[in-house]
């Protein structure tokens, strides 16, 4: 069964140093996201992005995330200057289209030192 | 605006026990409802969803959801809990059937232990 893939599983860094986390979404779906979640608290959405674009975002998604699709099956998060604060589960889903459930990666724990 | 309140953190239930997640919701919209599972280091796999058509809905692994309007709950319940049950639950709410472009708002979860 197809499956949403994230690489990596763990991602340690410095404060202020640029992460990319790197999902692959299901081949046919349309629709992509990211959420975090922080330890001990809510899953948070943080964007979606249709058509080569980003649809919403939250007020999460500040300057220093970008999103990009560089080509037909990698779908990036970047971070550009980490933050202790951005530590969390980050968590990759996609959708074929707007009627249907998003599926779920198994996250990125992103570790910021 | 959209949120999710899940009571309960932690829920305790003995082998062949009723489950009883408990889920409500706020949403000045009406809301697209959805449960999700997540067992230990993998990602969140949907159980079921309420999309508006029949309010009380069958998913997978015999859970199924009550859709209630007049107590905006949304709670999931299992007949007979599984040593398998055990794991964290997720209650989300979208204005849009799919989540859409808009994401889902999640609940904190709640994690379901299973004592034998």
């Known amino acids: 069964e197809p499956e949403v893939t994230q690489t990596p599983s763990h991602q340690v860094t410095q404060m202020g140093q640029e992460v990319i986390l790197r999902c692959v979404p299901i081949s046919n779906h349309l629709y992509f996201y990211w959420y975090r979640q922080i330890l001990g608290q809510k899953v948070e959405f943080l964007v979606s992005?249709?058509?080569?674009?980003?649809?919403?975002k939250s007020e999460i998604f500040d300057d220093q995330f970008s999103v990009e699709r560089p080509d037909g099956s990698n779908f990036t998060l970047k971070i550009r200057s980490t933050k202790l604060e951005d530590s969390a589960m980050y968590f990759c889903?996609?959708?074929?289209?707007?009627?249907?459930?998003?599926?779920f990666g198994p996250g990125t724990r992103l570790t910021v030192l | 605006a959209q949120s999710v309140t899940q009571l309960g953190s932690h829920v305790s239930v003995s082998e062949g026990a009723l489950v009883l997640l408990r889920c409500n919701y706020s949403s000045s919209v009406p809301p697209y409802l959805f449960w999700y599972v997540q067992y230990p280091n993998q990602g969140l796999q949907l159980l079921l969803k309420y999309t508006s058509a029949a309010t009380l809905v069958k998913g997978i692994n015999g859970f199924e959801a009550e859709f209630k309007k007049s107590e905006t709950s949304f709670h999931l319940t299992k007949p007979s809990a599984h040593m398998s049950d055990a794991a964290e639950y997720f209650c989300?709410?979208?204005?849009?059937?799919?989540?859409?472009?808009?994401?889902?708002?999640f609940g904190k979860g709640t994690h379901l232990i299973i004592q034998p």
């Open positions: 992005f249709y058509n080569n674009e980003i649809s919403e």
């Open positions: 989300a709410v979208s204005a849009a059937p799919g989540g859409g472009a808009d994401g889902l708002t």
């Open positions: 889903a996609s959708s074929p289209e707007r009627i249907y459930e998003q599926f």
